[in-house]
């Protein structure tokens, strides 16, 4: 893997990071009103399990495992 490309794909585990912790937020935030949209919190739940999985992709991509 060449430098370039290392880079772009932390920029890329960067952002899903960031946009992990806001879907995080939003679904905190949804789950404290006094009638949530349980419908509106199963997507987001599932969009976040979606960027968990991006993010260990991408991240076994930066750091694969290399047994000794």
Not at 24 to 38: F, V, W
Request: hydrophobic share 40%; glycine share 0%; proline share 3%.
């Amino acid at each position: 893997m060449t430098e370039q490309e290392e880079q772009e794909l932390q920029q890329a585990l960067a952002r899903l990071k960031e946009d992990h912790r806001d879907l995080d937020a939003a679904i905190s935030a949804l789950e404290a009103m006094t009638s949530p949209d349980r419908l509106q919190i199963q997507r987001l739940k599932k969009r976040k399990l979606y960027l968990r999985d991006r993010i260990r992709e991408i991240d076994d991509q930066i750091f694969p495992d290399i047994i000794a």
